[in-house]
């Protein structure tokens, strides 16, 4: 039952995604899609695990990996975290900065997804740059790429 639920809500995600003219790519497993803009990249995770009434869509783009991360922009990700309608910025366990959004799939709409989407992809593409040119570091897509293309695994 869950496969074939997954399998419901990314084709509804599939076809809004199209529907909107959105370029992006698909993964099966984890059930996902990515989507760029200009220097960000976000993940659109399914995340039915916890069950059909839990089940959500996780937005997460990195952003900077590599930046010099001290008390000064932890305080700026704070600040930006209280003023952002959508999204939140964090630090994951390798130092790169994210951006990440949940959205219950019960209450998912095209609207939802869609403006949480955009929030989270032109937000990140402002706000990298900026992190960049104070903080040092490059653009986390970037660095992913470059890590592909050394054959490293990236998916941790």
């Not at 899609?33 to 869509?57: K, P, Q, R």
């Amino acid at each position: 039952m869950r496969a074939k639920n997954e399998q419901k809500h990314q084709g509804q995600i599939r076809q809004w995604l199209s529907e909107s003219n959105i370029d992006f790519e698909e993964r099966a497993e984890p059930a996902c899609f990515i989507v760029n803009c200009g220097s960000a990249v976000v993940f659109l995770i399914l995340d039915t695990d916890s069950g059909e009434e839990d089940a959500m869509v996780i937005l997460w783009a990195p952003l900077v990996f590599g930046a010099e991360i001290d008390a000064e922009l932890t305080e700026f990700l704070l600040r930006e975290n209280a003023r952002r309608r959508f999204g939140a910025f964090a630090i994951d366990e390798q130092g790169t900065i994210v951006m990440g959004h949940t959205l219950l799939i019960s209450a998912l709409t095209s609207e939802s997804l869609l403006s949480a989407l955009g929030n989270l992809a032109l937000g990140g593409d402002e706000i990298d740059d900026w992190i960049i040119s104070r903080y040092g570091g490059m653009h986390a897509a970037d660095y992913y790429n470059w890590q592909a293309s050394k054959g490293d695994n990236i998916a941790n």
